[in-house]
């Protein structure tokens, strides 16, 4: 079956750096997918991971380790807008995306 | 930004009455998805389709079929709306990079809230 975990919520401090996981159990693998999504819009593409390791774009960063059906999120020095919903997702074998429920990130002053 | 349009952007309907949401994208991407997303379950595949007149089901079908008769529309029906159908509704659009590292992203369109009464 199709399965992929994340934190219901988390909560930081702006300025901060906060970590989301991800664990899959997925019948094929394409490659993790994180978006962000904030409340009552369409959810826009972060990040891309297809091989083991880290991918870094500006203040965000994004982990894989396949053996493990592990990824993680980094956002660094925290800001206010980066609240919002981060939604790890999974391309299987089938062209399809699996997502996981998604992690509320709230930002606190 | 990939050009995707879905309509209508809220609707409200009563039990029982059919219900067609469009989605229509102007970059000529091979495949269309119909996403509906509640809480606590994330975005969830409904159907999809890989290219004119070729679909194929997702995780929650029933009580849905699609259509996809040029590249551009993807069309999803409700055909007799339950309660359970209240929902936000996304289209989505993916193109896949032969030959090359796969960069497959999901552009998003801008959802469609139904609310069935």
């Known amino acids: 079956g199709q399965n992929i975990d994340q934190p219901t919520e988390m909560t930081a401090t702006e300025g901060a750096i906060v970590q989301i996981n991800c664990t899959y159990q997925?019948?094929?693998?394409?490659?993790l997918f994180w978006y962000q999504q904030h409340a009552g819009e369409a959810p826009t593409f972060l990040s891309y991971?297809?091989?083991?390791g880290l991918e870094e774009k500006g203040r965000f960063s994004s982990f894989l380790s396949r053996s493990k059906g592990y990824s993680y999120l980094l956002l660094k020095e925290l800001q206010m807008k980066d609240s919002a919903s981060y939604l790890c997702?999974?391309?299987?074998?089938?062209?399809?995306?699996?997502f996981g429920p998604g992690t509320r990130l709230s930002v606190l002053p | 930004d990939a050009g995707i349009t879905q309509s209508p952007r809220h609707k409200v309907t009563e039990t029982g009455t059919p219900v067609t949401l469009r989605c229509h994208q102007t970059?000529?991407?091979?495949?269309m998805y119909w996403y509906r997303q509640d809480p606590g379950h994330g975005l969830r595949l409904i159907h999809y389709s890989y290219g004119v007149k070729d679909t194929d089901k997702g995780e929650v079908s029933d009580g849905y079929s699609v259509s996809r008769s040029k590249t551009e529309d993807f069309l999803l029906t409700l055909e007799s709306a339950t309660s359970s159908q209240t929902s936000v509704y996304f289209c989505?659009?993916?193109?896949?990079?032969?030959?090359?590292?796969?960069?497959?992203?999901?552009?998003f369109g801008s959802g469609t809230q139904l609310s069935v009464l």
């Open positions: 989505a659009i993916s193109e896949p990079s032969l030959g090359k590292p796969t960069n497959e992203k999901l552009f």
């Open positions: 970059e000529n991407h091979r495949y």
């Open positions: 997702a999974v391309l299987d074998y089938g062209q399809n995306f699996v």
């Open positions: 997925t019948s094929g693998f394409n490659g």
């Open positions: 991971n297809v091989l083991d």
